[in-house]
């Protein structure tokens, strides 16, 4: 398959594949062709008189219209021009190679293989498929740079020979020449390549000043710092080099906007200084790194060679060309434009160029820039008069100068170079106002961090809550491992959350690469989750286990010849992929809590420091901290800056306040400002809240007290508590008989402790899955701590947590184990009380009553003659009794009756008694409706004289009697109105009170039963009697019976 007189357009993909005209790739497609097995021959003549040349390429698989594509680094290698006419031949005959012998075409492209030689490995097969003996092999083993390579010997049965996976390739090192006379010069460059190409050179890893690991360097000179040691050999007695940076692989070649961004150049001359201290390392003072595009960074490859010595002529023109990222704008006016206007244009362009060059030229000689040497072309910083930057040039031949004492300086300002906004240099200063905030009270985990990461080859995770300094955390680790030389790369994975899987591989092979140019390198990942969630039972997880995958394999890929460490955060773990923890790829975790009441001290104090407020004597941080218990340190700079603001606003309400003023914070200041705030532990948090008070419960007094004891005093007691060596009591048991006040009791008491309550019921967190009931419990605790203080309780704890061993499906036999790590696991309850309350306490688990987990039972009994009065006034004390009730006699008349029985007793008394009241006043509105309703009045007219005559009135004098007949029914209708609401108002006053008699509970009694049979009371006794004092050490353990006949249930 042929064609002739196809044109070649060239393409910006990175291989030496070429697309052919859509009716050859037709053909090929049709006819069942693998795209591996093409080979395309490529035949031309750029003139008619040259010979014919010949090449062969791979085929990439993509068709194009009628024109043959191809990479233009490629073409200039075979010395093919675009537009060119070729002719082209398909092969799918050619020979595989077995191995082919190839050498760099110059010391640079050997450089280059050797730097990337794993890459090119892996890349080389899926770039180029076919080699002639003679010819050129491209490489390109990352996103800017390229090695070009000659192919002497195929080991095949033909000159061309296409590539193959088993195929070898040997590549014969090319180094560079060394000089062999000492008085061989390196100035002359009049006879073809300047001698510095040939001139030695050392590559060595890359610091930019200011950094700790270094001596400082002057600020306003290019100079350069090595171990002399080290570099003696490639550099002799250097005074100065040419400094420039290996481009890295997320170097991207920015297509220039403007062409005379071409005199920019990337190497730079410097003075060379020593400094024993660095090993492997060189750095760049601040000048030189911000002419080169590096400030602020480390990691980079420095090539430094040795250069000749800067001339230093008398009369040095400087010509500034001032960096622009506003383009001028083009239109058809301005070839119209006339000749006055031009003018008016051109005199104003002169003034600026003068004004620029006035406060350039002042600034050049007050920071002492005219004392050192320079390279043309090379960027400036931002400066007074530049405030986007510039290009220096000068002029003569030579390419650097130094200027001395007998130089004269002037300046002139040159054309303007539109660039891009990203590439715009920095200022010479350093800025010194950037945010230095550190995490407060997190010393000992940075600690750990560090000395966990500083060994590199690991990686860490660290997790909690939105808020709690993750970020702040981390940045404080990366900033001091930065110091010890370790390049930090920071990604935010969120950013890329919505991408593709193609496209996040290749996001990780990239951000690999440069961790791996850059070694040693700290890769941030931040929110882990985003990006490799944990896998999910009820969703498809298969894209997240194959990223997660991929990323475990590309590390370890790395971290085999490479020292990479990987610092990731996340909200908790168990929204992490589990494989990255499995496969040792994340092996340290540090857990962000909130803070404790010392830490939110320090952080209050801190934050209030900061916004210049100071406390009053009767209120002090302690108060502020204990305030603030479960808020994390994000919720006390929001709190302090609310404080902040209502001091603005009242000094405000006074009157005038001055700029540097001080705000004392008093107690009544931060309660308004803490009032309507929710921490964001709470918020999303579902937190009961009962209206039920202390008072509204009778009896009970032992549970009361044991309750006040347990939840209330560590809180109120704060001091005296945290001296005790042991563990306080952290959970309680109430149990009892129906109906006595266990969860009412519950309800009460987060209220009257000042705590959070999270109630939880039995069938909320029972699942059928495996794993889904574990995970419910440990949210449940999870909302808790983050709730802190609170009270998580569990009613109805029988259904949840029962003996383990009689559960068929083994559901609560794994919430019991859940439930004993979390109650007693490692890590304990700070801050978290569990209430539990059952009517069957012999059916739970015994491992959840020992001591550690449900410390005290309290037994809810049924209520005594006391109990039954002090129920009784609870219950009517919202209600109006008559002065005839005597409670006592109701309370010896309820014997047996538990809490519900009473409650519903006072509630059938009162409906008793307001069915009462609405029969009383029916009865009085209708003898009211048959005394005192007025009747329908109908008006007739009778004349004296006409008595006897029957005749009808005419339509005209009806009409007439009807307008004098309707205001005296107005001023009836009104007058009635009157009455009838003066009389519901007054039924209304007296009907809204109604009064419990002694009667109503009589009658009420009669229709009320206990709710609990004596045999029932019975059991239960039997039960709670056994439970309490009963039952010895050997307790059953749950198994189930195996004797013939016996039920293995629970009930």
Not at 165 to 188: G, Y
Not at 508 to 523: A, M, T
Not at 734 to 747: D, F, I, N, Q, R
Request: glycine share 6%.
């Amino acid at each position: 398959m042929d064609q002739k007189n196809v044109p070649v357009v060239y393409t910006p993909r990175r291989d030496n594949f070429v697309g052919i005209p859509t009716h050859l790739s037709d053909l090929l497609f049709g006819s069942d062709i693998r795209v591996q097995d093409v080979v395309v021959e490529l035949r031309w003549r750029n003139r008619r008189q040259d010979p014919v040349q010949t090449a062969h390429a791979g085929w990439s698989g993509q068709p194009t219209e009628k024109e043959i594509t191809i990479n233009p680094t490629f073409a200039s290698a075979i010395n093919l021009q675009e537009k060119t006419k070729v002719d082209i031949s398909v092969h799918i005959d050619i020979p595989m190679a077995s191995s082919v012998e190839v050498e760099p075409l110059t010391p640079s492209d050997w450089e280059i293989v050797e730097l990337h030689a794993g890459a090119i490995e892996s890349q080389v097969t899926s770039q180029t498929r076919v080699v002639d003996t003679g010819g050129h092999l491209i490489l390109y083993p990352s996103e800017t740079v390229h090695a070009t390579l000659k192919v002497l010997k195929i080991d095949g049965p033909a000159k061309v020979c296409r590539l193959g996976p088993d195929t070898e390739l040997h590549v014969a090192p090319k180094t560079r020449r060394t000089q062999r006379k000492k008085s061989q010069s390196v100035r002359s460059v009049s006879h073809g390549r300047p001698a510095s190409e040939f001139a030695p050179s050392v590559l060595l890893r890359g610091v930019s000043q200011p950094h700790k690991m270094a001596s400082a360097l002057s600020d306003n000179g290019y100079e350069v710092s090595a171990n002399f040691d080290e570099v003696i050999y490639s550099l002799k007695a250097a005074h100065y080099v040419n400094v420039s940076i290996v481009p890295g692989p997320e170097t991207v070649k920015d297509k220039e906007v403007d062409e005379k961004a071409k005199m920019i150049t990337r190497k730079v001359a410097a003075k060379l200084t020593h400094d024993p201290s660095l090993h492997g390392h060189v750095v760049l003072s601040r000048l030189l790194s911000i002419a080169l595009g590096v400030e602020d960074s480390l990691g980079y490859l420095v090539n430094v060679e040795k250069a000749a010595t800067p001339i230093s002529p008398k009369n040095i023109t400087f010509t500034i060309h001032p960096f622009t990222t506003e383009s001028k704008a083009q239109n058809q006016d301005q070839l119209k434009m006339s000749a006055s206007q031009a003018q008016a244009e051109k005199e104003a362009k002169r003034v600026k160029n003068q004004e620029i060059k006035q406060a350039f030229s002042t600034e050049f000689f007050d920071i002492g820039l005219d004392k050192t040497c320079w390279t043309k072309g090379t960027i400036l910083p931002v400066m007074k008069g530049i405030p986007s930057g510039a290009v220096m040039q000068f002029n003569g031949k030579s390419l650097t100068i130094l200027p001395d004492e007998s130089s004269k300086v002037s300046f002139e300002i040159g054309e303007e170079i539109l660039i891009p906004r990203s590439q715009i240099p920095t200022t010479l200063k350093i800025n010194n106002n950037e945010s230095t905030e550190k995490p407060i009270g997190l010393d000992d985990t940075l600690k750990k961090a560090e000395r966990a990461l500083k060994r590199g080859r690991v990686g860490g995770l660290v997790f909690g809550p939105a808020g709690s300094g993750k970020s702040l955390f981390i940045s404080e680790i990366s900033k001091r491992l930065f110091n010890r030389g370790v390049h930090v790369l920071k990604i935010e994975l969120n950013d890329y959350a919505r991408e593709s899987g193609p496209n996040i591989k290749e996001k990780i092979d990239l951000w690999l690469r440069q961790c791996s140019w850059y070694s040693p390198s700290l890769l941030v990942l931040e929110g882990l989750e985003d990006l490799f969630p944990a896998e999910s039972e009820n969703a498809d997880s298969t894209q997240t286990r194959q990223l997660t995958e991929y990323f475990i394999q590309s590390v370890a890929k790395v971290t085999k010849s490479r020292n990479l460490t990987v610092l990731a955060s996340a909200r908790s773990k168990e929204a992490v992929n589990g494989n990255l923890f499995s496969s040792h790829c994340i092996e340290e975790s540090f857990n962000l809590r909130a803070p404790s009441k010392d830490v939110r001290q320090a952080i209050l104090e801190h934050y209030m420091d900061k916004y210049g407020l100071s406390l009053t004597k009767e209120f002090d941080a302690s108060q502020m901290s204990l305030e603030t218990e479960g808020y994390l340190p994000s919720d006390l700079k929001v709190l302090v800056d609310r404080i902040y603001h209502e001091a603005v606003y009242q000094e405000m309400e006074k009157g005038e306040i001055e700029q540097s003023q001080s705000f004392s914070v008093s107690n009544s200041l931060f309660t308004k400002a803490a009032s309507n705030y929710v921490p964001s532990n709470l918020r999303g948090v579902k937190l009961q809240k009962s209206s039920t008070s202390w008072v509204d419960i009778g009896g009970l007094t032992e549970a009361k007290s044991v309750l006040l004891e347990t939840l209330e005093w560590p809180t109120k007691y704060a001091p005296i508590f945290k001296a005790a060596t042991l563990r306080l009591r952290s959970g309680i048991l109430l149990y009892g008989y129906p109906g006595c006040g266990k969860t009412l009791l519950a309800s009460a008491v987060a209220g009257q402790c000042g705590l959070n309550f999270i109630s939880v019921k039995g069938p909320e967190i029972l699942n059928k899955y495996i794993g889904a009931s574990e995970q419910s419990v440990r949210e449940l605790f999870e909302r808790a701590q983050a709730a802190k203080p609170c009270i998580l309780f569990f009613d109805e704890f029988d259904s949840i947590a029962p003996k383990r061993g009689h559960d068929s499906t083994g559901v609560t036999d794994r919430v019991v184990n859940q439930m004993l790590t979390q109650m007693d696991g490692a890590e304990g309850l700070d801050g978290v009380y569990v209430l539990a309350a059952t009517s069957r306490p012999d059916l739970i688990d015994s491992a959840l009553l020992r001591p550690g987990r449900l410390d005290k039972s309290v037994i809810c009994d049924m209520p005594n003659f006391e109990d039954r009065l002090d129920i009784l006034k609870s219950i009517t004390r919202k209600m109006e009794l008559a002065d005839e009730v005597d409670l006592q006699e109701v309370a010896k008349q309820t014997e047996g009756f538990s809490g519900a029985d009473l409650q519903a007793l006072g509630y059938n008394a009162y409906l008793g008694a307001v069915h009462e009241k609405l029969e009383k006043d029916k009865l009085e509105a209708e003898g009211v409706s048959q005394t005192e309703q007025p009747d329908v009045h109908e008006f007739f007219q009778v004349p004296l004289n006409q008595m006897k005559l029957n005749t009808k009135m005419k339509p005209h004098e009806r009409t007439k009697m009807l307008r004098q007949i309707e205001p005296l029914f107005e001023n009836l209708q009104k007058s009635v109105t009157v009455g009838l609401s003066k009389e519901t108002d007054h039924a209304k006053t007296k009907g809204s009170s109604v009064a419990i008699r002694q009667q109503d509970f009589i009658e009420a009694l009669k229709d009320t039963k206990p709710s609990i049979s004596v045999s029932e009371k019975v059991k239960l006794g039997g039960i709670y009697n056994k439970f309490v004092s009963g039952r010895d050490g050997n307790m059953q353990d749950g198994t189930s019976s195996t004797d013939v006949g016996a039920r293995a249930t629970m009930a």
